[in-house]
Nanobody
Framework: QVQVVESGGGLVQAGGSLRLSCAAS????????MGWFRQAPGKQRDLVAGITSSGTTNYADSVKGRFTITRDNARNTAFLQMNSLKSEDTGVYYC????????WGQGTQVTVSS
């Protein structure tokens, strides 16, 4: 089993920054993919940013140029640096870790006030 824990959410004013962390632990041989997903109230959960084991990244169009995803393979950890936050970035942010299966964390709330 793999456990995934997110941290770093909170309340921030529009234009501000937050840094989210995702730590995976447990029976991990290798992590192929780590991704951050966002779920706004009443909406589906969508991919915000993802990173492969080789460092290839992809971003949702709405966050390109503002968010940066990185990972520390040695520590099975991923980070999401979020700058120039907007009210539409508000939601619960979930980390997903892919080994032989997908594992999800409990989520961390990000609220951007305008």
């Amino acid at each position: 089993q793999v456990q995934v824990v997110e941290s770093g959410g909170g309340l921030v004013q529009a234009g501000g920054s937050l840094r989210l962390s995702c730590a995976a632990s447990g029976s991990i041989f290798s992590i192929n993919f780590m991704g951050w997903f966002r779920q706004a109230p009443g909406k589906q959960r969508d991919l915000v940013a993802g990173i492969t084991s080789s460092g290839t990244t992809n971003y949702a169009d709405s966050v390109k140029g503002r968010f940066t995803i990185t990972r520390d393979n040695a520590r099975n950890t991923a980070f999401l640096q979020m700058n120039s936050l907007k009210s539409e970035d508000t939601g619960v942010y979930y980390c997903m870790v892919t080994t032989t299966s997908n594992y999800w964390g409990q989520g961390t709330q990000v609220t951007v006030s305008s």
